[in-house]
T-cell receptor, first 112, second 112 residues
């Protein structure tokens, strides 16, 4: 998984609770991304980062926030989890824009 | 609107047989097209990447073709093995764009 770890790997939480997912890389890549994957849909971009403290929204950013205080860490926060956010979340990294993206192992999140 | 359509949605083949997966896209302008393999419970892993000037690219028993004029790509798996059971995802990118367009994937099941 190209030096990418995600934590936790599995999480069950209740509606309305805050949740933070962590992505950690050891490749020193500049770009980091958060995606969600749902049955019948392709991977959809939530947020991405193009450097420390530099982030931008993707196509499904509502209800999510991100932070990147260090090159190696990219955090995804659900301020108040909803059942529609039950999904598998993948972190990805790339050295340059629009070049190969390497994906982490994923986090399966269930909101009850 | 999904700009990448894959077919079939799923298929079952016998070990040792060949199969071909299809990808049609409408992304324009176009920079490159990638095929990823995603094993159950894992993140996607790149198989091939082709620019608009390339017609074919091989990676072992996997061969991808691209027709940029008709905006179609195919992934051919030769002499399938049980380990080929996975989801195969077609991904298209535009020039200098962080945003990738993902197909929903084709699930391949190889049976002994």
């Amino acid at each position: 998984d190209a030096g990418i770890t995600q934590s936790p790997r599995h999480k069950v939480t209740e509606t309305g609770t805050p949740v933070t997912l962590r992505c950690h890389q050891t490749e020193n890549h500049r770009y980091m991304y958060w995606y969600r994957q749902d049955p019948g849909h392709g991977l959809r971009l939530i947020h991405y980062s193009y450097g420390v403290k530099d982030t931008d929204k993707g196509e499904v950013s509502d209800g999510y926030s991100v932070s990147r205080s260090k090159t190696e860490d990219f955090l995804l926060t659900l301020e108040s989890a909803t059942s529609s956010q039950t999904s598998v979340y993948f972190c990805a990294i790339s050295e340059y824009l629009a070049i190969e993206q390497y994906f982490g192992p994923g986090t399966r999140l269930t909101v009850t | 609107k999904n700009q990448v359509e894959q077919s079939p949605q799923s298929l079952i083949i016998l070990e040792g047989k060949n199969c071909t997966l299809q990808c049609n896209y409408t992304v324009s302008p176009f920079s490159n097209l990638r095929w990823y393999k995603q094993d159950t419970g894992r993140g996607p892993v790149s198989l091939t990447i082709m620019t608009f000037s390339e017609n074919t690219k091989s990676n072992g028993r996997y061969t991808a073709t691209l027709d940029a004029d008709t905006k179609q790509s195919s992934l051919h798996i030769t002499a399938s093995q049980l380990s080929d059971s996975a989801s195969y995802i077609c991904v298209v990118s535009a020039p200098n764009d962080y945003k990738l367009s993902f197909g929903a994937g084709t699930t391949v099941t190889v049976r002994a």
